[in-house]
């Protein structure tokens, strides 16, 4: 079967769906979905700059 194309059909403007932009939402007014935990500290407690430092300054 062969596929046709068709040019009577208007090719949709992929552009318009964004020239009216939605009416911006306040953070304030935004509700968390999904609860938060404090992330891990990759550094454990531990100053690596410092630690970086002293290892090649030796």
């Known amino acids: 079967m062969d596929r046709e194309t ?4 208007p090719t ?3 552009v318009a769906q964004y020239r009216a932009l939605p009416e911006p939402v306040r953070l304030a ?4 979905l999904v609860e938060t935990v ?3 500290d ?3 407690g531990r100053d690596t700059d410092r ?3 002293l290892r ?3």
Do not use: K
């Open 6 to 9: 068709r040019t009577d059909a």
């Open 12 to 14: 949709p403007d992929p």
């Open 29 to 32: 007014d935004t509700v968390p």
């Open 38 to 40: 404090e992330a891990r």
């Open 42 to 44: 990759p550094e454990m």
């Open 51 to 53: 630690d970086l430092m």
């Open 56 to 58: 090649h300054l030796a």
